[in-house]
């Protein structure tokens, strides 16, 4: 079982820059491949950026590659993500979640754990 709790969510606006956390509490979290998904209002969750259990790999959603950022701490139990230029449209409730799929996924029934997420609002 893994317990995740997101934060560092909030308000800012665009061209500015957000870091979220999701810290990972409970067992093999360093086991686990890490993804951060988002649901915009009135819209389905979508695939955000993903990192495996190293982190030697990562792989993003093309609407966020070259400013998005996802990295993970395993000595903390924490994976980030790091939002630069950030736009109206990437206003969404992120949330993080786990995976012990091995390699890198952006399905979400591949993810078995996840947050209650964070909200991100990026004014224009």
């Known amino acids: 079982q893994v317990q995740l709790v997101e934060s560092g969510g909030g308000l800012v606006q665009a061209g500015g820059s957000l870091r979220l956390s999701c810290a990972a509490s409970?067992?093999?979290?360093?086991?686990?491949?890490m993804g951060w998904f988002r649901q915009a209002p009135g819209k389905e969750r979508e695939f955000v950026a993903a990192i495996t259990w190293s982190g030697g790999y990562t792989y993003y959603a093309d609407s966020v590659k070259g400013r998005f950022t996802i990295s993970r701490d395993n000595a903390k139990n924490t994976v980030y993500l790091q939002m630069n230029s950030l736009k109206p449209d990437n206003t969404a409730v992120y949330y993080c979640?786990?995976?012990?799929?091995?390699?890198?996924?952006?399905?979400?029934?591949?993810?078995?754990?996840w947050g209650q997420g964070t909200q991100v609002t990026v004014s224009s």
């Open positions: 979640a786990a995976s012990d799929r091995m390699g890198l996924t952006t399905r979400q029934y591949d993810y078995r754990y």
């Open positions: 409970g067992r093999s979290f360093s086991s686990y491949s």
